[in-house]
């Protein structure tokens, strides 16, 4: 049977198909599809996971312990795995293991556009590397013969456009993997020094080995047509290169590390003019360079963003792109904001009132530092805003600290906030923290997390209770608020900014866009209003701006009732 899959999906099926039995993430766009995918195969235990490197950390465990595993997770994600995976390719498998990384070129959902083809260099373990959904499928299925066969992790690699593009995948039935039989292995699986030592000797015979058995793998593919151009690619652009280039001849790589390097010379000894195309960094030019051939890349080619057919056309042909049909009206720009009814949006407006000093992190409520909110003064990494906090405390002082705030959310405090609050707590900081407690994990569509009380399959679990966490690793003053009760959150924030401890707020509302939000009706603007223009420092997309005043847009408009309670002259009314 054939069916349209994305490729996240596709993914999911191949590990279904492969016997994985353990999946472990944490979901970060493009790839949280893949274990939410793999939660509806009742046969896959599947969790999330309060971070990537306890999930990948998972995956190790089961896969130790002879059972197939996965993780998946974005680019940057991949950064906070890395001591597990570095460490995982001395001591191998036992069943196999894959873990999936989605790059985002263009970074339409990052705060960096890294290549994580470096990782697989640096860790020295083969990656894999799909064009569509059918190779998706495909190569996890591999990738699984390969991890066990050489004893290593195996990366595979997509981007958002592989992630979340969708093509025909060919179904097949599960192949059953029965856990295999676990063996005490102090050798294998202590990596102290003594055992790291001849580890090191084993990974990098393996990486020859896997060379050489990359130099025939069904992985790769040639396509000889016309030999005045030849282009060596993988991934998504193939697919960009194909279109671009239709007569020319491909080499198409679909395990990027390590090369095969007996094959690329074969190739380029054929080809005319020899060109890389590939995404981000000159990760393949480089090594073919490495090898004395003479190859064009990014001579001619962008380092930043994502490629197109039209983009490869005008950079090695000249040719330029037809510009279409165009529109004379000057289109208004639409960037992202926090929907109607945001939980996120009282603490901002509340921040921005107050004009502190914001230490922000990755979130639906980093649009917190958009106009006219503009209440985010930095943005690093998960769990930074803290830490960074407690930075900018001891090289200011402490009347710096009387006027800033660190914010972040329930899920991101629980993915690595909880260690930087124990430093400031142990290292006599007298900060004040935000957990912005939505309920869920919001910007990457409503994941369960630790401290919503279900598992990704909906079950019901034991909840974290954020309050008596904060207070565990010494936090004395912690209070919770409705950031939508604003005035009384402004009291309750001055409180906190005046204490000399550090101390937590936790700003506890549902998402918007879950039902026990409990949103009914909409509002709408009286004849009373004064047009103070009170309201649209809210920048609620549901409220605009007209000649005659601020009008509220009843189809985008929930009721949250936040408009009501911020308008001094009762000009504003649920109705």
């Given at each position: ?501 550090p101390t937590v707020i936790i700003a506890q509302r549902p998402c918007a866009l879950l039902k026990k939000a409990g949103y009914t009706g909409c509002c709408e603007i009286t004849d009373s209003c004064k047009n103070c223009k009170m309201c649209m420092k809210l920048g609620c997309p549901a409220i605009s701006m007209t000649a005659s005043g601020p009008v509220i847009d009843e189809t985008l408009c929930n009721g949250c009732g936040l408009c009501v309670n911020i308008c001094k002259f009762g000009a504003i009314v649920k109705k």
């Open positions: 049977m054939k069916k349209l899959m994305l490729g996240n999906e596709a993914v999911a099926r191949g590990a279904y198909e492969a016997g994985v039995s353990v999946a472990s993430s944490y979901p970060g766009t493009p790839s949280t599809e893949i274990t939410e995918f793999i939660a509806k195969y009742d046969e896959i235990y599947s969790e999330w996971a309060p971070n990537e490197k306890v999930a990948v950390e998972v995956a190790s465990g089961a896969a130790i312990a002879g059972g197939r595993a996965l993780s998946a997770m974005k680019h940057v994600g991949l950064n906070v795995a890395a001591d597990p995976l570095f460490t995982m390719s001395y001591i191998g498998v036992n069943g196999g293991l894959v873990l999936c990384v989605a790059d985002d070129p263009g970074m339409h959902s990052s705060q960096n556009e890294q290549d994580s083809r470096n990782y697989a260099i640096g860790a020295k373990v083969p990656m894999l590397e799909p064009s569509d959904s059918s190779e998706c499928r495909d190569f996890v299925k591999k990738a699984y013969e390969i991890s066990e066969e050489f004893d290593t992790p195996v990366l595979l690699r997509l981007t958002t456009r592989v992630a979340h593009s969708q093509s025909e995948v060919e179904l097949y039935e599960r192949e059953e993997r029965p856990a295999k039989e676990y063996k005490k292995d102090v050798a294998k699986h202590v990596m102290v020094p003594a055992n790291a030592r001849p580890k090191h000797v084993f990974v990098e015979k393996r990486m020859a080995a896997l060379a050489e058995f990359n130099n025939s793998s069904d992985l790769n593919r040639v396509e000889m047509n016309d030999t005045k151009i030849g282009i060596i690619t993988a991934g998504i652009a193939y697919q960009y290169a194909r279109e671009a280039f239709p007569n020319a001849s491909f080499l198409k790589l679909g395990m990027i590390n390590p090369l095969p390097e007996s094959l690329i010379r074969d190739f380029a000894a054929k080809v005319d003019t020899l060109y890389v195309i590939e995404e981000l960094d000159p990760v393949l030019e480089r090594q073919i360079r490495a090898m004395g051939i003479s190859v064009h890349g990014k001579d001619l080619l962008p380092l930043i963003g994502e490629y197109s057919a039209a983009l490869l056309r005008e950079k090695i042909l000249g040719e330029k792109a037809d510009p279409g049909f165009s529109v004379e009206e000057t289109i208004p720009v639409r960037p992202p904001v926090m929907c109607p009814g945001c939980s996120h949006r009282g603490v901002f407006y509340v921040l921005n009132k107050l004009k502190l000093t914001v230490s922000g992190d990755i979130g639906c409520y980093s649009l917190g530092s958009a106009k006219p909110l503009d209440s985010m003064d930095s943005i690093i990494c998960m769990g930074a805003s803290i830490s960074a906090l407690h930075g900018m405390e001891k090289a200011q002082g402490r009347e710096f600290a009387k006027k800033s705030v660190g914010v972040l959310g329930d899920s991101t405090f629980l993915h690595s906030g909880i260690t930087g609050l124990i430093d400031m707590v142990y290292n006599k900081g007298t900060s004040t923290v935000i957990i912005l407690d939505n309920s869920i994990t919001g910007m990457t569509g409503h994941q369960e997390n630790p401290a919503t009380g279900f598992t990704i399959k909906g079950e019901p679990t034991r909840q974290v209770d954020l309050e008596k966490l904060c207070h565990a690793v010494g936090i004395d003053k912690v209070t919770v608020a409705d950031p939508f009760d604003v005035e009384n959150f402004e009291k309750v924030l001055r409180e906190h900014l005046a204490a000399e401890e």
